[in-house]
């Protein structure tokens, strides 16, 4: 999902020679798919026999016609979905918009149809995109659970080798990309990536990652916790995963 944790994750994974990767976010299932599936072609590294192509774009996730579009494209493809906390996801999502356009409400306000009902607006795409279980429905109508791996954002951040296993054996790989790859950077406060064996400078995320979020008044995130929390549960339902989304929660 958007502000997830999927560029860390593609930029991993990419560290596997098994794996090669389109680094910006071709957007074919939803923005370019009038454009046939030559253009998709050609977006795509070249691979060689073995390799596994990849990409990712979080907007797939959210669109209606991706899971169907995808399935009639090749129904065996594999499927990462990395989600985290959506009440931090959608402060993340605010945080991203607010920094191109400075001049919009401030969060309280986009988030509440009525502040004093306490009515949150669920048409406003940084909720809506957490409405987590909502956007899977959709997708299980084309493919099996066995074929979607679900990563944790905030794992990827605490225990990053840990779910780069996940995802190296989801996609049959060998396990490659383990805690060698990752140091600690505490100045963005999240892993970066190394190059094992290699002089050359660790690569972090950019500026736009690790952004210092907006103060957001506490009343409107236990407003916002009450409304994800029995999407949430569906979602562990579905996935069969805890995420340990209220967990966090209450350690707060």
Same mark, same amino acid.
């Given at each position: 999902?958007?502000?997830?944790?999927?560029?860390?994750?593609?930029?991993?994974?990419?560290?596997?020679?098994?794996?090669?990767?389109?680094?910006?976010?071709?957007?074919?299932?939803?923005?370019?798919?009038?454009?046939?599936?030559?253009?998709?072609?050609?977006?795509?590294?070249?691979?060689?026999?073995?390799?596994?192509?990849?990409?990712?774009?979080?907007?797939?996730?959210?669109?209606?016609?991706?899971?169907?579009? &995808?399935?009639?494209?090749?129904?065996?493809?594999?499927?990462?979905?990395?989600?985290?906390?959506?009440?931090?996801?959608?402060?993340?999502?605010?945080?991203? =918009?607010?920094?191109?356009? !400075?001049?919009?409400? =401030?969060? @309280?306000?986009?988030?509440?149809?009525?502040?004093?009902?306490? #009515?949150?607006?669920?048409?406003?795409?940084? &909720?809506? $995109?957490?409405?987590?279980?909502?956007?899977?429905?959709?997708?299980?109508?084309?493919?099996?659970?066995?074929? $979607? #791996?679900?990563?944790?954002?905030?794992?990827? &951040?605490?225990? !990053?080798?840990?779910?780069?296993?996940?995802?190296?054996?989801?996609?049959?790989?060998?396990?490659?990309? =383990? @805690?060698?790859?990752?140091?600690?950077?505490?100045?963005?406060?999240?892993?970066?990536?190394?190059?094992?064996?290699?002089?050359?400078?660790?690569?972090?995320?950019?500026?736009?990652?690790?952004?210092?979020?907006?103060?957001?008044?506490?009343?409107?995130?236990?407003?916002?916790?009450?409304?994800?929390?029995?999407?949430?549960?569906?979602?562990?339902?579905?996935?069969?995963?805890?995420?340990?989304? @209220?967990? @966090?929660?209450?350690?707060?």
């Amino acid at each position: 999902v958007k502000k997830g944790g999927t560029r860390a994750l593609l930029e991993a994974i990419r560290a596997h020679p098994d794996v090669r990767a389109v680094g910006t976010e071709p957007h074919f299932f939803d923005r370019n798919y009038e454009k046939g599936l030559e253009w998709y072609r050609n977006v795509m590294p070249k691979t060689l026999e073995g390799q596994i192509t990849m990409e990712k774009t979080p907007s797939y996730f959210v669109t209606n016609e991706a899971p169907r579009r &995808i399935h009639s494209m090749a129904k065996d493809t594999k499927l990462i979905v990395v989600v985290r906390n959506p009440v931090t996801r959608a402060i993340s999502d605010y945080t991203q =918009t607010l920094s191109k356009k !400075p001049e919009i409400p =401030t969060f @309280e306000v986009l988030a509440f149809k009525n502040r004093t009902l306490g #009515l949150i607006d669920a048409s406003w795409s940084a &909720i809506r $995109i957490g409405i987590y279980a909502l956007h899977l429905e959709n997708w299980l109508q084309y493919f099996p659970l066995s074929q $979607i #791996l679900f990563v944790s954002g905030e794992r990827l &951040i605490t225990d !990053p080798a840990g779910e780069m296993a996940k995802v190296q054996d989801f996609l049959g790989l060998k396990r490659v990309v =383990t @805690e060698k790859h990752f140091y600690f950077n505490k100045t963005k406060g999240f892993p970066c990536l190394k190059k094992p064996e290699d002089s050359s400078a660790p690569r972090c995320l950019g500026k736009s990652k690790g952004r210092t979020h907006p103060k957001i008044d506490p009343d409107v995130i236990h407003r916002l916790r009450k409304f994800y929390k029995p999407f949430n549960v569906m979602f562990y339902q579905m996935t069969g995963q805890d995420f340990q989304w @209220e967990q @966090e929660e209450s350690d707060k």
